[in-house]
């Protein structure tokens, strides 16, 4: 019965790989979200989609491409990972509202 | 662009009350949000204030003045378990939240 899961939750790769991160959400909102917080516990938000369209596409490398199938779902794809990747990246969605849901977190290590 | 200013600690002991402070520059602001967030786990939502005054929520307690672009989140009645960070979040367009930087709170026994 978990609300917002992201696999995997721990990833740990070598420079210049590419990888995904896959996130859904069963609580039947509309909007999804991918935060990216760094070492310094600073969140930042990456991408909004409401229903697979893309709503917010903060300053963030075309490295990273965010692809949403159907609503319940927002993946983030990261190519040629940079050691400036390392961070804890957060799905969330919401409502029709102002109450975001996180998932539990991906921890990425880019060696 | 939006910014948010926030202590980065406040110690208090089990008990008492804590005053978290958070003020924001905005060029689109909707409302202002508090989470929590434990050591390891994810960003949990507290309460959200969208019109001047205090929200209550149990021990928890939110305020906005949009004419001083200040909010504060107060916690009563500390326990240990309330240890973690807590971070503003101005509500903008798009449901964007723009966060600050945290503040660590420390409750000693």
């Known amino acids: 019965d978990t609300a917002v899961s992201q696999t995997p939750k721990y990833l740990v790769t070598q420079m210049g790989n590419d990888k995904s991160i896959k996130c859904e959400q069963n609580l039947g909102h509309d909007t999804m979200y991918w935060y990216k917080q760094d070492s310094k516990k600073f969140l930042k938000i990456m991408f909004s989609?409401?229903?697979?369209?893309?709503?917010i596409n903060e300053t963030v490398p075309n490295r990273f491409s965010p692809k949403s199938p159907d609503k319940a779902h927002l993946n983030l794809h990261i190519n040629s990972l940079e050691l400036g990747d390392s961070a804890v990246y957060f799905c969330a969605s919401s409502p029709q509202g102002n109450e975001q849901f996180f998932g539990p977190g991906t921890r990425l290590t880019v060696l | 662009g939006q910014s948010l200013e926030q202590p980065s600690e406040v110690t208090a002991v089990e008990g008492a009350i804590v005053q978290i402070n958070c003020t924001y520059q905005?060029?689109?602001?909707?409302?202002l949000s508090w989470y929590q967030q434990h050591d390891g786990g994810a960003p949990t939502f507290l309460s959200y204030?969208?019109?001047?005054g205090l929200e209550e929520t149990g021990r928890f307690s939110s305020f906005l003045s949009r004419s001083d672009s200040y909010g504060y989140l107060l916690l009563q009645e500390l326990q240990m378990k309330d240890s973690a960070s807590y971070f503003c979040?101005?509500?903008?367009?798009?449901?964007?939240?723009?966060f600050g930087a945290g503040t660590i709170l420390r409750v000693k026994s």
């Open positions: 204030n969208a019109l001047d």
């Open positions: 989609y409401n229903n697979k369209e893309l709503i």
């Open positions: 905005t060029s689109g602001f909707y409302g």
């Open positions: 979040a101005a509500d903008g367009y798009g449901n964007k939240l723009v």
